[in-house]
């Protein structure tokens, strides 16, 4: 049985990239494979970075891609009125149709895999998702199941009739993380979830989130055998993962939350834009930014920015000047 990692990314999260390969690197348990799904075509700056990387390559099956983002695109047909809100907003086609790709990994060439988003750092090993495969189809450990209305509608009247309240209480997740496995979603399992969507039940995806509220769907409607860590580790030992949380501590390159070491962090709801500038030198502070820049700059440590100025928080509101400078019309840091 193959184990790998899945990572979906382009240019555009080339910093977050680069700290999450070192901290696998460093902290994951083994040198597993990485394959890298490709959001869109824009990889020039990851082809020269993976050159150095030997456990490290692009994932080039296209067949799949395209394969994954049909389906998809049949999916959000079914919805009521996804497109039509999208193109009100100026959106060709489906709400970022690149984030649907990581379905990949269920054709793609591990046998038990593990995905993560870019915006991710490892900090602890992932044997024991690995391992929690031999019992289960598919693994996850997050809290997303405190907050329903990042997954599905919550004001749809369908809700209910397609999953208990026990279930959405329980089973939905973050799809930023999860070990699976290859072939899970067969042609007939999928032409059944089709069929179900476009029966009505399309309506109950979340438009904001596509390819979140999608997978949490296949896996649900699926009865798919799902097992969510923070469920049943022991109370003492479960940590958080978001970088939302504010009392996790800094330690040694580690983050930890009440002494114990988290698994990983999860750099959620920050722009990309915000690493980019940051690593650019501009002295914008975020939480948890030193552990970032360790893995950032690990091996480019002369590449480091050094900053002189007085940090500027990441939610600070604009300043006086931005403020007018916005009213005129005049675009600001470009």
């Given at each position: 049985?193959?184990?790998?990692?899945?990572?979906?990314?382009?240019?555009?999260?080339?910093?977050?990239?680069?700290?999450?390969?070192?901290?696998?690197?460093?902290?994951?348990?083994?040198?597993?494979?990485?394959?890298?799904?490709?959001?869109?075509?824009?990889?020039?700056?990851?082809?020269?970075?993976?050159?150095?990387?030997?456990?490290?390559?692009?994932?080039?099956?296209?067949?799949?891609?395209?394969?994954?983002?049909?389906?998809?695109?049949?999916?959000?047909?079914?919805h009521p009125d996804a497109y039509k809100v999208w193109q009100e907003k100026g959106i060709s086609g489906v709400y970022r149709l690149g984030m649907h790709r990581r379905f990949c990994g269920f054709d793609g060439i591990f046998d038990k895999f593990i995905y993560l988003d870019a915006d991710i750092l490892i900090l602890?090993?992932?044997?024991?998702?690995?391992?929690?495969?031999?019992?289960?189809?598919?693994?996850?450990?997050?809290?997303?199941?405190?907050?329903?209305?990042?997954?599905?509608?919550?004001?749809?009247?369908?809700?209910?009739?397609?999953?208990?309240?026990?279930?959405?209480?329980?089973?939905?997740?973050?799809?930023?993380?999860?070990?699976?496995?290859?072939?899970?979603?067969?042609?007939?399992?999928?032409?059944?979830?089709?069929?179900?969507?476009?029966?009505?039940?399309?309506?109950?995806?979340?438009?904001?989130?596509?390819?979140?509220?999608?997978?949490?769907?296949?896996?649900?409607?699926?009865?798919?055998?799902?097992?969510?860590?923070?469920?049943?580790?022991?109370?003492?030992?479960?940590?958080?993962?978001?970088?939302?949380?504010?009392?996790?501590?800094?330690?040694?390159?580690?983050?930890?939350?009440?002494?114990?070491?988290?698994?990983?962090?999860?750099?959620?709801?920050?722009?990309?834009?915000?690493?980019?500038?940051?690593?650019?030198?501009?002295?914008?502070?975020?939480?948890?930014?030193?552990?970032?820049?360790?893995?950032?700059?690990?091996?480019?440590?002369?590449?480091?920015?050094?900053?002189?100025?007085?940090?500027?928080?990441?939610?600070?509101?604009?300043?006086?000047?931005?403020?007018?400078?916005?009213?005129?019309?005049?675009?600001?840091?470009?």
């Open positions: 049985m193959t184990e790998g990692i899945y990572i979906l990314a382009n240019d555009v999260v080339f910093d977050q990239l680069v700290a999450l390969l070192n901290s696998l690197e460093v902290n994951a348990g083994k040198n597993y494979p990485v394959s890298i799904i490709p959001y869109d075509d824009r990889l020039e700056r990851i082809r020269e970075e993976i050159k150095h990387r030997d456990n490290v390559e692009i994932f080039t099956d296209n067949s799949t891609m395209k394969l994954w983002e049909d389906f998809s695109a049949q999916i959000w047909k079914a602890n090993s992932l044997d024991y998702i690995f391992e929690q495969l031999n019992n289960n189809d598919f693994v996850i450990y997050d809290f997303q199941y405190k907050d329903l209305s990042h997954v599905y509608n919550v004001n749809s009247n369908n809700l209910l009739d397609v999953f208990p309240q026990s279930r959405l209480d329980n089973e939905i997740f973050c799809a930023g993380l999860y070990g699976a496995k290859k072939g899970l979603f067969n042609e007939e399992r999928k032409k059944n979830l089709l069929s179900k969507l476009e029966s009505g039940e399309a309506e109950i995806l979340y438009k904001n989130a596509p390819d979140q509220t999608i997978l949490n769907y296949m896996i649900m409607r699926s009865e798919v055998s799902s097992y969510n860590l923070s469920h049943h580790l022991p109370a003492e030992e479960v940590t958080g993962c978001c970088v939302t949380s504010p009392h996790f501590d800094e330690q040694d390159n580690l983050v930890y939350d009440r002494g114990n070491r988290l698994t990983y962090l999860h750099y959620i709801g920050l722009s990309s834009k915000l690493f980019s500038r940051v690593c650019s030198g501009e002295n914008i502070d975020f939480p948890y930014r030193e552990t970032f820049l360790h893995y950032r700059y690990l091996h480019e440590p002369d590449k480091r920015p050094k900053f002189t100025t007085k940090p500027v928080a990441y939610n600070a509101p604009p300043s006086l000047s931005t403020r007018v400078l916005k009213k005129l019309g005049i675009k600001v840091g470009a």
